[in-house]
């Protein structure tokens, strides 16, 4: 679905992506790790075109894509749920899935009942404002409203922040069904391992905005992971 060769980065003068190639496959779940500030955040928005790449090519969904703005690749089906979540906090839970719209044609302007069956709370909390959710509320919303969007990639950047931990078990529970489902490929950006370690089929490990870990799941020893993750 994705397959991103030498990508490079800047911020003015500042290199920080130096060459990133990497893939990520349909119902499999590719992990992106590495310390604070090695560039995996960096790595989502040049994916998902919130800051663009300075070199390399991106191909998605089979087509090269040039460099182009966050709403077009959210229309060809890129859904990122950034770190911190983003929602909008003076809108209402129903308001913020409704956000999720621009992204499809008007007929199919609603609220799916597999988003409720997936995020229940959501359900109850229809007309309370964003702000005032938990912050585990608020990544199932910011989730919930990316999958509104029907994407064929789902880019999740640091989803345990925060959260308590019966929530990070049922954002486990959602990332295990979406990949089952088979009809999309998503990218995780984690710093929990063992919630990384579990979901993975797919590691990608950055330092200094390089790879220097990549392979499937089983083909990567445990300890060489746990090394390359670590201060």
Known sequence: ?????????????????????????????????????????????????????????????????????????????????????????????????????????????????HIYELFPILKDFLARRGGDLSGGQQQQLAIARALITKPKLLVLDEPTEGIQPNIIKQIGEVIKLLRTQGDMAIILVEQFFDFAYELADRFVV??????????????????????GVSV
Do not use: W
């Not at 990133?20 to 998902?48: F, H, P, R, W, Y």
């Not at 790879?211 to 083909?219: D, F, M, N, P, S």
């Open 1 to 113: 679905m994705l397959d991103l060769k030498d990508i490079t980065l800047h911020y003015g003068r500042s290199r920080i992506l130096n060459g990133i190639s990497m893939q990520a496959d349909l119902g499999e779940v590719t992990c992106v790790m590495g310390c604070n500030g090695v560039g995996k955040t960096s790595l989502m928005k040049a994916v998902t075109g919130t800051h663009p790449r300075s070199g390399g090519t991106m191909t998605f969904d089979g087509q090269e894509i040039g460099v182009v703005p966050a709403h077009q690749l959210a229309r060809a089906g890129i859904a990122y749920v950034p770190q911190g979540r983003d929602i909008f906090p003076l809108l209402t839970v129903k308001e913020n899935l409704e956000t999720g719209f621009a992204c499809l044609p008007k007929e199919e302007h609603f609220i799916p009942d």
């Open 206 to 227: 950055l330092r200094r905005g390089e790879v220097v870990l990549e392979g499937r799941k089983g083909a990567v020893e445990r300890d060489a992971l746990l090394e």
